[in-house]
Nanobody, 117 residues
Framework: VQLQASGGGLVQAGESLRLSCAAS????????MGWYRQAPGKQRELVAV???????NYADSVKGRFTIARDNAKNTVYLQMNSLKREDTAVYYC????????????WGQGTQVTVSS
């Protein structure tokens, strides 16, 4: 399984970005698709996840600003990030779990999001 993330970049506070992550080589049913992030000196944390049935869960810090969505036909997950803040600056990683994957699933290569004030 390979995950290709894109859409990161440098923006000013208050602006928006949309991340995409396309999965290829998937041989079993996809269960959860999500986004995590890791800021310098901090642990990786969950940003948002969407289940196979469409249920979503968000970190408290991004609720109301970020929206996660998935396109099952394209094995792709998106993260729409609005009203970005400096504290959203991090490397964002997409994650995919299938019915047969190990507990932590598969990870993309990461895409940098930098928010300047």
């Amino acid at each position: 399984v390979q995950l290709q993330a894109s859409g990161g970049g440098l923006v000013q506070a208050g602006e928006s970005l949309r991340l995409s992550c396309a999965a290829s080589g998937v041989r079993s049913r996809i269960r959860d698709m999500g986004w995590y992030r890791q800021a310098p000196g901090k642990q990786r944390e969950l940003v948002a996840v969407v289940t196979r049935d469409g249920f979503t869960n968000y970190a408290d810090s991004v609720k109301g600003r970020f929206t996660i969505a998935r396109d099952n036909a394209k094995n792709t997950v998106y993260l729409q990030m609005n009203s970005l803040k400096r504290e959203d600056t991090a490397v964002y990683y997409c994650n995919l779990k299938t019915d047969n994957s190990r507990l932590d699933g598969y990870w993309g290569q990461g895409t940098q999001v930098t928010v300047s004030s």
